[in-house]
Structure formats: structure tokens, C-alpha cells
């Protein structure tokens, strides 16, 4: 059978590899007919080769050629939805609307669109400029990137299409896209599209390019290689961390969003005075996508009592009530087992779930385990295995010091949130937690639960280590996103004319504020 | 002998330590009085639990608290410029006037004042608010960070006094001072200051600690410890490689200023034009501080001919004519010594020096190395070698595509200059040179020596690895430098009066730029 096409250089071609996949549909388990390639080294080297003389192309385009990019591309994808999200439903159980069609299509193209202003306005770069030394500097491109994207968001986090390939796009690098294997042809026609709106845009053949698979080693030697800019990684802690080890040994930047398990701490007033709606709340953030996101809230914290054990209980009630979803894959559901019996290793016991759903789709039953505060900070790295999924673990605290001690055991995080009392009775609690929370997680989240990231300068879709790699950078939020992907550039005593555009004496975009000696300011250097 | 104390958790004590070491004059070879102590793990464990403990107080201090600390301890320092600089000058061999005290000192406090003035007007936080979706970002301190000094900069680089040091403090950390065991009465003197004027601030102990030196098992296991935030490292490349990948194993952030030969291009048409002032310029730079600056220019490019030939001729002469400066110390000569003989084996010619100088203090000869663009190209890591001090590799290129080659082989550099002709006549050679060499450098110099590192908004000292261990970092320049010792804190519909202060509605500092909804403000959130 002849396998699908990768895209090297501008070229649609036949993969030089003798491996081949195939993508599986999670709701059926059907696979699907489509054969794809596992690239092999020489493969992935011509790809880097590729980047590299894109990237040294496109270093002297006016930054507004990379949002013409971004914009046609979004403007052709739009043409096209119902072709994409119809793959993505088959590849990935998720259903067409509202969850694709309606949510993470609108936010991939809402991204690349955000992105093209980005690239457009240069207020990501940070443009300095001293005119007593006559130094300037700015953020530039970094060079090629790769980026990994994960199985759960086909769209908005894709390889060829999600926020990092849009942030390393803005910030005028090349992207080399690794497709992630469970949905090859929603990739497959991302950067179809991609490529017709690079040919439609003027940018070089190699500027983006797709390949869908490689061996381990292989992704390894990617990251690390010297001609490599940086890259982008979404997936499980362990594949990351191997990454990130051949990166760092490379000297490339790496830029992880790993494992999270997104503690909630339900402080006692806020239980009195709000119990039905955090029960709602939090089932629905739980069980939305069968639990398949980044932000899912694994871990709720509360304090011991009557009100504790009916939470438990209410939130049991909604676990049964509640028809399971359809995970990813197999490999998912073997992991979201795999992560469930850890816990339950740890002293954790089954509340509800822990078993097999329906055999003829990828399913697990909707899970909720419960433990002790003690159990918990005896054990607390058992407790914080991630069950990525549709499960939870709820640990009942006997008091507000142990409250605080399990958040002082937490590891790094995404998000951690703190649901209080509107009267303040909570205040006392919520401030020693939150200050220890803070130090655990990328975002600080009040009253609410964590799923939801909102495409906001705000954002930080990021946290310490080992959510992340590095705790100053976020994968969502633009234009904090694009910053992952830059160099520090720096101009001393460099003449006028040669200087990028946004450091030369004349402000090129009337809303772009530059550092000139020390004062923000959208002037012109006098 | 007892030897000096270490400071810990706000106290001056005995080290617990059983190994010493003693600094030694390099202008004499005399073995000074004190004797240090080598602190032993359990000693470096007592200075993270102070560390840690220490950055949860200071957590709720207002920013004006670190700026009064950073104000306060320069204020104290200029008290004691003569004792400080005198102690220097003993364990350097660095000229009082005007090298210490008119050059890095006066530097050294300007770096204070500026971070304060960074700490206090938080414009290095980048506050970004999303009225729509109420989240709020901003950077925010990292946790303790331990500085490693290095050898060449006794005050403005010193891991308790130092850029470094500064950035991390106007952040909001604690800081673990490594003192170079080159200078250690010099880092004390400094720590003593610091540790009263921490008194007098009402920092709490443990804010700032010094220890003299550590096994380098130690100092892996201190950069990968989980409680520490991040390090900064300025010295080796050999000893940097170490700890960054102890740190990069335990997800900790490491700053790097590792080793650079700053490759200097003159382009025909300067030599033509600008033949005396490029000999003066050149070797100054070079020679000066006996070439142990990190900008040192250790690789000058020209093209073959007659122009080049004098030149090499003219920079020999005066090499020679100049008196061998005193090295920092008989590891400093001898690794200088090392690096020109590898240079030596990959086929460069000694023009001049290679030889002991004065046997009575640690030197070495200037000493000027020639060779062929070919042989450079066929070698490139060989010929770029680092040799560390008053040594400079002059390659002569047969052509305008050889100089090309060569910058497309350098290894990341801190700087990388190109000299040309003012008329014009070698902008084509320029713009080609410029583009490769961009990407190979952290700072783009034209028509000057990379030496003289200016206290800049916009200076970039940072590069692509391996000079540095990310390209988008500058140890050098407030507030961007403040940034590398900073994590994103983000606030998602988080309680108004719970924000830190620069996220509040009001904008605390009328200077203070914010991002609200996209726009640059000075205004409050309305």
C-alpha cells in the first residue's frame, strides 16, 4: 500500500522510510485506511537542511510577509472546516460540534490570527534602543523550530496550525512540524493548506514542512542538532523529559508543556456557601473532553466533615450518572488505568469507577478516588501520579495545616485554584495556601475551575518544572508566546541603514512602544 | 589557622568545613594571609533552608524594599572603595587606578543604582491585564538563586556585589553567593556590606549568604536542587558545561556567560581606510586587563594581500613593544599557554610571544597566531579554541568567499564585530558577512573592539550556545538581565485586593508601562 505523502522543501514526496502507521478510530476502533510513513534520519536531516536555507531567506522579508502568512492561511483554512473537523472527529472521538467545529476551530483560527498581528505590530520583539552608547537591541528570530504537537487538541495545539507553530511562524522562523500519530490526516491537511498559502504568500519552499513520525531516537537527534533554533513539545512528562535531555546536551532551547494534575483546594466556606455549583462546576471540568486536557482538575483538596464526605458523594452520584467519554486511544485508556491503580497503590480507595466502559470504543469508566491529607503527605509523589483522563482524586484533609502542607508538597503545575468564600470567612486559609500554591503553579485561578485557557496576552499556560521546563514562558498568550522562539539581538554602534526596522530611528508601526532611553514611547529616536 | 567565616542565615561563622584554601597575589606569587574554608554539603544544604526561608518573607515585602537594600548597600560600599579595591588589587594583580577603582567599581555601583531603580519602577515585571477575561500577568521572582562569579571581574561580576547578584535581588530573590576562590577577601568584604546593609534595610537572614567554594559535586548538586530557583554562572566553559547539565536534570534554569573569542572582521576597504586607528584599536583591546575580558578579541579575520600582511606586521611590533600584563593567576597562564598550543596544532603560525614572560608574577607573552582561511575551514573547532588572556589568532582569507565560510563555521560568540570602509566600498562583502555573522553572535559590533561592555537597556552580553546556554538571555543590561531570574505569575479572576500590586486596577508607578487589552498605558485600568 502506498503511504501519504511528507512535505520537505516546498515538495509533496513519497517518504524515503519503510515503516508505516495507520490512525485508529477511538470511537470505533476501526483503523483508518490512510497509510503513513516513519521518517527515517535522512529524511529528517534533508528537513533541517530545508529550514535552514528557508530560515536564511526569509531573515531579509519585511516582518508583514509572515502575517500575510498567517492571515491567507487561516482565511484557507476556514475554507475548508468541515474537511478538517471531520478528520479530527475520526481520528480522535471528539465530537464534530461544539468541541471542534465550534471551540478548538475557532480558537486555531482566532491564534493564527492574533499571530499575524503579532508579527504585523513587532511588540513581542521588546525594541530598545540607547541613543547615548548607540546600542539597540531587540528580539528576533531564533532560527528553525520543530514542534510536537500532543494527540488531545488536533487543531489548536497541531503541529502545523496550533500556538506554537503560529508563535514560531510570527516571530519569522521556520517550522518543522512532527505530526503527532494518532491524527495524521487532520495534519495531513493543515499543512496541505499550509503549503498552498506559503506558495500564495512568497515564502521559500522549506519554510513549512511536515513529517508524521520518526523513531525515538531520531526526535532526539532532531532536537539536539546544531543547525536547530529551538523547540516546542506538548505531550507526556516521559517522552518530554527524554527530549528535553538531548536538547539541553545540544545547547537548544526547548520549550515542554508536560504533565499537570491542576490542584483545587475547596476551602469550607466556599463548600457551605456554594456547594451545588462547585459539584457542577467541577464534575463538568473533570468529565468535559473525557478529561483530556492539560488543565483538568486531578486533585481537589478538602477539609474533613459532613460537608466533604457529601461533596463526595454528590460528585459520585455525577461520576455514575454520567456516561463515560471516549478517550484518545487505547494507549490512553491503558495509561489512565495505569495511572488510576498508582494512585490507588498510594492508599488512595475507588470511590467510583476503576473499570473497563464500553468495549467497543477506547473508554474507561468515569473515575473518582479518594484519600487521606495524611495518606497524601506521607506519599506525596504517589498521590501526584497524573491519570490523564476522566478521573480525580479527591484528598480529605483533617485540618488547615494539613491543608497547607499538602500544597507545600505539590509539584510543579500548569494551574492551582483556590475556590473561597465570598464573606471572607475563608480569608485567613485562602492566604496562606495561595501563597504557597503560588510557587507551584504557572496560574493562579480564584473561584472557578482550571479547563478553559483563554487565548489572552494574560495567559500563562505554562508553570514550574516539571509542568514545564523553564517557569518564565508560557505556550499560550500572545505575544508572551512568540518571545519562546526569539534570539536577543543586539546592534552596537551598528549605521543606521543596516538596522532592522523596528530599531532604526523612525518608528515603523504608530503603536509600537520602544524603549528609548529608558522611557516607553511610541516616538521616533530625535 | 582558623579560618574566616561563612556567612549563613544572617550569621558570620565557622565554616564546618576541614579543607582551606588560601588566594594567592599574582603580581608576586605570594601566598596571601587568610585562609578560606571549602563548605562541605551539609553547610550548602544549611544555606538553601535559609535561602528558601528567607524568599517566603520577603515574598510579601513591598518592591521598594529590595531597591532601599540595593541603594543602602551601594551607599556602604563607597564608604570602603579603598579597603575593597586594595584587596583586589592583592588577589588580581589588576591596577588600582584605573582598572578597580575609577573602572569597576564606578561600574559596580551603577549596576546597584540601576537595579534598584529596576526593582522600584517594576517596568522589567511586564504587567499585562485582560480586562475582558479578568487575568493578570506579570514576572515575578523566581526563588533563591545562587551566583558563581568569575575570575576577571573581582567587583563587577563578584557573585555578592555583581551584575548578577543585582538582577537577581531586584527581582525579589535571596541570594547564594559562590565567591571565586581567586578573590576571597575581596567577596567577603563585599558580603560583609551587603549582610549589614540587609540589617539596616530589614531584610530578613538569609536573604543574601556566601559561601568560598564547594567540591564541584557540590556545586552540580546546589544549581539541580529542588528548592533552588535558578543560578547564574560567569567563568569556564568546561566548569559551566558541568553545571548546566546538573541543572537542565533537575529543571532548574542556569544562566551562562561561558567562553567567547569574539571574531573581528576588517574588511578591505577599512584596513585601506582606517590602517593606524584598526592597528591601535585592535591591540588595545586585546592587551588590555592582560586580554582577560569575556569581549576579548581572540579571532580577527582579513584578507590576504599587502594591506594584510603590514597589518599583521604592525600588530606584532607593537605586541612586542608592549610589557606582558600580570594574569590573574598560574592556572590562568598555564590554560592560556594550553589554548595557544592547540591553536598552534590545528597549523596557526606564532607570530610573536608563546613564551614565558616574567617568572617573578603569573604571565604569559603576548602572543600574536597566524593561519590560512583553508586551514581555518578545514578546522574550524581547532582554530577556535579559546585562549583566555593577552593572545589573539589572526586567519587571512585568500578570498571574499572564504571569509564567508569562516563565519559560517564560528561557534556562538558573545560579540562579533566587522570592520569597513566608510564610503561604502565594502558594503556588498559587508551585508554578506553581517547576515551569517548575526546569527553566530549575541552583539553585531561595527567599526569598534567587542571590549567595553556598557551598563545598557540595550546591551546584549549573552549568545547562542555554547557561549551563553540560551541566545534570548543578556547577563548585562537592566531591566532585560533582571528577567532571566523571573517566573510568569498569572492571575485568572483572582480577587482584586489578593493581586500583587502592579496588576491592580490602579497603576502604582505613573512611569510604569502596562499592557491592558493590548495597549501600552501609563493609565489605570478604567
Known sequence: MTSQPVLINGQWRAST??????????????????????????????????????????????????????EAYAAKIELKIDEIVEAAHLETGYPISPRLKDGEMVRTLDQLRQAADAARNQTWSLPTIDTKTNIRSMLGPIGPVAVFG????????????????????????????????????????FAEIAQASCERSGMPAGFIQLIYRTSHEDGAKLVAHPKLGASGYTGSRHAGLVLKEAADRGGNPIYLELSSINPVF??????????????????????????????????????????????????AAKF????????????????????IVAIQQTGAQVVT???????????????????TGKSFIENPAGHQEEAFGNASLI????????????????????????????????????????????RH??????????????????????????????????????????????????????????????????????????????????????
Open 266 to 315: 475547596i476551602l469550607p466556606g466556599a463548600l457551605e456557601e456554594r456547594f451545588s455549583e462547585i459539584v457542577d462546576e467541577f464534575t463538568g471540568s473533570c468529565l468535559m473532553g473525557t478529561g483530556q486536557f492539560c488543565t483538568n482538575p486531578g486533585l481537589v483538596v478538602v477539609k474533613a466533615g459532613d460537608a466533604a464526605e457529601e461533596f463526595i458523594n454528590a460528585v
Open 320 to 339: 455514575k450518572a454520567t456516561p463515560a467519554g471516549t478517550l484518545l486511544g487505547e494507549g490512553v485508556a491503558r495509561s489512565l488505568r495505569a495511572g
Open 441 to 526: 503553579v504557572g496560574r493562579l485561578i480564584n473561584d472557578k475551575m482550571p479547563t478553559g485557557v483563554a487565548v489572552s496576552p494574560a495567559m500563562n499556560h505554562g508553570g514550574p518544572y516539571p509542568a514545564t521546563g523553564h517557569p518564565g514562558f508560557t505556550a499560550v498568550g500572545i505575544p508572551a508566546s512568540i518571545r519562546r522562539f526569539a534570539s536577543l539581538e543586539c546592534y552596537d554602534n551598528v549605521r543606521l541603514h543596516r538596522l532592522p526596522e523596528v530599531l532604526r530611528d523612525e518608528n515603523p508601526h504608530e503603536s509600537l512602544h520602544r524603549d528609548i532611553d529608558g522611557i516607553m514611547t511610541t516616538d521616533d529616536v530625535k
Open 17 to 70: 522510510g519503510t515503516e508505516t502507521f495507520q490512525a485508529i478510530n477511538p470511537a470505533t476502533k476501526e483503523t483508518l485506511s490512510e497509510v503513513y510513513p516513519v521518517s527515517p534520519w535522512s529524511e529528517v536531516e534533508e528537513v533541517i537542511d530545508a529550514a535552514v536555507a528557508a530560515f536564511k531567506t526569509v531573515r531579509s522579508y519585511p516582518v508583514g510577509r509572515f502575517a500575510d502568512f498567517l
Open 395 to 438: 484528598v480529605v484533609a483533617d485540618s488547615d495545616e494539613e491543608m497547607l502542607a499538602i500544597a507545600e508538597q505539590l509539584e510543579g503545575n500548569l494551574t492551582g485554584c483556590i475556590y473561597s468564600n465570598t464573606e471572607g470567612t475563608d480569608d485567613a486559609l485562602y492566604d496562606s495556601i495561595a501563597e504557597e500554591l503560588r
Open 150 to 189: 500532543p494527540n488531545n487538541f488536533p487543531l489548536a495545539f497541531n503541529s502545523i496550525s496550533g500556538g506554537d507553530f503560529a508563535a514560531a511562524v510570527a516571530a519569522g522562523n521556520p517550522v518543522i512540524a512532527k505530526g503527532h500519530p494518532s491524527h495524521p490526516r487532520t495534519t495531513q491537511l
Open 353 to 371: 469507577g476503576n473499570e473497563p466502559a464500553d468495549a467497543n470504543r477506547c473508554s474507561y469508566a468515569n473515575t473518582l478516588l479518594r484519600a
